[in-house]
């Protein structure tokens, strides 16, 4: 046990066992990133529980040295939302996967986010099963070959973003899980907000699916595939930052910064607590391996919307129904109606 | 405040132990609350009473018709009175469909009071008698005792100077009938009249009226000659036990125990659900009870009413959930979890006629052996069954106890007779409610040696580890543990081991519950029925009237069924034969056979209605005869 009165570091954060993914899994990162962010964030071990569905990415409680639980396939949510609402002064974190969260989990996904509790979803999304070994999930893209879709999938896939938004998400970040260092800062910029916080990882599985998402971490290609959002910058990508979004009335499209005809000025000015934005950010979701005319995909914080929470809700009409006292036993027994027998 | 005189004629009075009566009449005739009114009025006269309305399932089905139809029936009375009743004495039909619909439940040579006005041709044309064949002129009730009153015509006139509009005051004609029957069973008006002046005390004139209209019905009974012949009816108070009362459905009362163990323990209630007949009252009820800081949490899903629990069981609340039959089954996997978590969790199951969505508002016992069996891997829980409205209370907050004190979830069973019903209730004191005591671990030190979260005290139970105790940060799953660590482990002895850990605690809740006692009848003899559950009205009764022809039969009611009480075996020894009626087709039957090598005579009776005591006596009596 440490001092409490010091900051703990990274290393409080780690539990005596032993992580068991595979080599070079992108679950690694996500695992330091989170301690190092608990840590930032000068959390208390004993205060924060880190809940979990099943899947691979669903091992992440019994890596953290803090109280965790790991549920039952798809259900991490509906346990940590009980967990939040029972006590809303815990730390509360979620991990979970696409499989988990999005396909047999996807109900309470819609309707965790809609009541905004103040939970921190770490989603992982590798694009895959790992740990049933190999076959597609809901995020899967068209054509993949798996042991299940050995002709390819046929299932459209989910766009996470989307979705969150859609279904009236407060908090919505992207980010790839090699960016150690930015997903850090989201993470604690997901503590920070009170609300649901969504944050999904692109999260390489090596054995199952290996490259999926080449496309927007490979060196060669990431600078015109990918598009870092920053709170009151211009959308600007592309090698050399050459190129930027701009909105045609409302419709965005890529501009070559090297023309004399568009500067910076031009260009979309992100805003993460634009809703009308954000909602198209989240449709900036083309395959760039499929077209050479795509938008780039968006990696950062797309929306913080400040929204009540469930639980503050909750606690709010209880503390007003206790205004002039919390009831008794006697009074629970007696209800408003009774007669004597002498 | 009456400007009208009761007279009170000299009548010739009959006494009764004990009346069935039923409310009938188009939903929209207030039938619900005009059998509220009644019953309140002869709970607080002393009687015994047991309550159950009876509703369509639609929420507003064509009116006038047989489906349309809405009834409250109730049985009250000096003694015996431990169901609505299985027949009715009585029977108040608003129109003819609601006499339609209701006959066959009317003793014969029953007294039926209608609405004449209800009787039109466009209602009999609805009811399908067809304006033709109307049942008051052609004979077919020439078998009963009919008062027929022009309620609607007579109501008019009593409140004509009160100035309201045709419409109010016909709705009032539910509270004429009323009258009428207070005068019929020499009841007395206040509790109604007070009820009124409170529930439409900001509407001075609606109460007035609905006062009037009462006291009209009242009055014409006095003056009527229509019941000269007949005479009233007396039901003398019961010899109830001193103290004060309330009304409980057995939905309220389950809610009311979950929230009594709670404060009892000193922990917060929590309530993971999703609303599903005929289990929803419970989380209406304590949605209500904010002022005793219950949390209730309307899921998503049945699973996610489970998951939300577990969670809040995991954060130091007492956590429930509550359901019925599709509910259970969805909260099965869920159930397995909180198992191999050992964390307390109350699961009220209110069965329901299945499989499927069956017969989603009639009773059945049908779910006694998933609640048995019903998850996957070795997954025991504790099982325990409510036998009355009443009881549904005592049942919750055994469960509670046992579930916080065992580490473990425990499954209730209600059922939608019990749900629905309403009985009288003798407010316990707060000191009488048994003890509610959760073992917490205590914070550690930075020295302490390493904490062990599945460490057990000598009943083989774990202590409760809750979050932001220093010192006690662990991580828990529903992937197998290694014992006391509780870390994962696919250690083959330690699964084993584990095993049979987790059903060694089950079994020793039998250490705390109390040796089944025999409720009516010799300690030996030739019959012993042996129920569970919402039959222990109609076996109470079948049981009293076989004793009295002198028959060696007795009673016995299981309120534990998982484990049983340690007596058990030897109760049933004592009787050359045991009975058991279910409404399901031998699920008991088929544990006791299993457990005790015996063979039990079965009495099954699946049709989404409960069990009546005459069907009950006559089974007995055929098992007589073959002795």
Request: net charge negative; with cysteine; glycine share 10%.
């Amino acid at each position: 046990m440490t001092d409490t009165l010091a900051q703990l570091t990274a290393k409080d954060f780690t539990s005596n066992q032993e992580p068991k993914w595979c080599p070079g899994c992108g679950d690694f990162s996500v695992l330091q990133q989170l301690k190092n962010a608990m840590a930032d964030l000068g959390l208390k071990t004993e205060e924060v529980v880190v809940v979990s569905g099943i899947g691979c990415s669903s091992r992440l409680p019994y890596y953290v040295a803090t109280y965790g639980v790991h549920g039952i396939h798809g259900r991490a949510l509906a346990m940590a939302s009980g967990i939040k609402t029972s006590r809303p002064e815990l730390s509360v974190w979620v991990g979970t996967g696409d499989g988990d969260a999005l396909s047999i989990g996807g109900n309470h996904y819609i309707h965790t986010v809609r009541r905004n509790l103040d939970l921190n979803v770490i989603l992982f999304n590798n694009e895959i099963y790992g740990l049933t070994k190999g076959q597609y999930s809901p995020t899967s893209k068209v054509g993949l070959k798996t042991v299940t879709s050995p002709n390819g999938v046929v299932d459209h896939p989910i766009n996470t973003a989307a979705l969150t938004l859609g279904a009236g998400g407060t908090f919505f970040a992207r980010v790839m899980d090699r960016d150690g260092k930015i997903m850090r800062e989201i993470f604690k910029r997901a503590a920070e907000h009170k609300g649901t916080s969504l944050i999904e990882i692109y999260q390489n599985c090596p054995i199952f699916n290996d490259g999926a998402f080449d496309a927007f971490s490979n060196k060669e290609r990431k600078a015109d595939t990918t598009i870092y959002l920053e709170q009151g910058k211009p959308l600007v990508f592309g090698k050399d930052n050459n190129k930027g979004i701009r909105l045609d009335g409302f419709k965005p499209v890529v501009v070559d910064l090297g023309s004399s005809s568009v500067s910076e000025n031009d260009l979309w000015i992100h805003d993460e607590k634009d809703f009308i934005k954000a909602n198209m950010l989240s449709r900036f979701f083309d395959d760039p391996d499929a077209s050479e005319d795509f938008l780039p995909r968006p990696f950062g914080i797309f929306y913080v919307e400040d929204r009540y929470t469930y639980e503050d809700a909750l606690t709010e009409q209880i503390a007003a129904a206790q205004e002039n006292g919390e009831g008794t036993l006697e009074e629970l027994l007696a209800g408003s109606s009774t007669w004597t027998i002498e | 405040m009456s400007d009208t005189t009761i007279l009170n004629r000299d009548d010739m009075v009959t006494a009764k132990t004990s009346v069935s009566v039923l409310f009938a009449g188009d939903s929209g005739d207030g039938m619900q609350l005009t059998g509220t009114q009644f019953a309140n009025t002869v709970a607080v006269y002393g009687s015994d009473l047991n309550t159950f309305p009876n509703f369509p399932s639609e929420i507003r089905p064509p009116a006038g018709t047989v489906s349309g139809v809405s009834g409250f029936q109730l049985q009250f009375g000096t003694t015996g009175v431990y169901t609505p009743g299985a027949k009715f004495d009585v029977m108040i039909a608003m129109n003819a469909a609601a006499l339609k619909a209701n006959l066959k439940n009317l003793h014969h040579g029953g007294i039926i009071i209608t609405d004449t006005d209800g009787f039109d041709a466009k209602n009999l044309n609805l009811s399908g008698y067809g304006e033709a064949n109307n049942p008051l002129e052609d004979g077919t009730l020439k078998d009963y005792t009919v008062f027929k009153i022009p309620v609607v015509s007579l109501t008019r006139k009593a409140l004509a100077e009160t100035g309201l509009s045709t419409k109010i005051i016909d709705r009032c004609k539910n509270m004429f009938v009323l009258g009428v029957l207070y005068w019929l069973y020499s009841l007395p008006l206040e509790t109604t009249i007070k009820t009124l002046k409170t529930k439409f005390r900001k509407k001075l004139d609606i109460a007035e009226a609905n006062i009037k209209a009462v006291q009209a019905g009242y009055n014409f009974g006095d003056e009527t000659e229509m019941f000269s012949q007949h005479g009233r009816f007396s039901v003398a108070p019961a010899d109830k036990k001193p103290g004060v009362y309330r009304r409980v459905t057995g939905n309220e009362a389950s809610a009311i125990g979950l929230a009594a163990a709670a404060k009892k323990a000193g922990l917060k209630l929590f309530l993971g659900s999703y609303p599903i007949t005929p289990a929803t009252e419970i989380l209406q009820t304590l949605a209500g009870l904010k002022k005793w800081g219950v949390k209730t949490f309307q899921a998503e899903d049945e699973i996610a009413g489970v998951l939300t629990s577990i969670g809040a069981a995991y954060g130091g609340a007492l956590a429930a959930t509550n359901t019925s039959g599709p509910g259970l089954a969805l909260k099965t996997e869920g159930m397995g979890l909180a198992v191999i978590l050992e964390v307390p969790l109350v699961i009220i199951n209110v069965m329901r006629g299945g499989p499927s969505t069956g017969l989603p508002t009639k009773p059945e016992q049908s779910d006694l052996l998933m609640a048995m069996y019903g998850r996957h891997g070795e997954a025991p829980m504790p099982v325990i069954a409510a036998k009355s409205p009443v009881d549904c209370f005592y049942a919750a907050y055994e469960a509670a106890k046992i579930a916080v004190e065992y580490m473990t979830p425990v499954i209730c069973l209600t059922d939608g007779s019990l749900a629905l019903s309403s009985e009288p209730m003798l407010i316990p004191s707060p000191d009488e409610l048994p003890s509610v005591t959760p073992v917490f671990s205590p914070a550690r030190n930075a020295d302490d040696p390493a904490y062990l979260p599945y460490k057990r005290d000598e009943r083989g139970v774990r202590q409760w580890a809750i979050p932001g105790t220093k010192g006690l940060e662990h991580r828990i799953g529903g992937l197998e543990k290694q014992h006391e660590t509780g870390n994962v482990s696919h250690d083959p002895e330690n699964h084993a081991l584990m095993t049979k850990l987790r059903a060694e605690k089950v079994a020793r809740v039998a250490d705390i519950i109390p040796d089944l006692t025999i409720d009516n009848g010799p300690e030996k003899g030739d019959v012993l029925v042996l129920g569970w559950g919402s039959t222990y009205g109609a076996i109470k009764k079948a049981v009293e009237q076989v004793l009295e022809g002198g028959c060696s039969v007795a009673h016995a009611h299981l309120r534990y069924i998982n484990p049983f009480p340690k007596n058990l075996r030897e109760i049933m020894s004592n009787y050359k034969k045991v009975l058991i009626p279910e409404n399901n087709c031998g699920q008991l039957l088929s544990m006791i056979r299993d457990k005790f090598l015996f063979e039990p005579v079965g009495f099954s009776k699946v049709q989404g209605l409960p069990f009546n005591e005459m069907e009950i006596e006559a089974k007995i009596t055929d098992i007589l005869k073959e002795l």
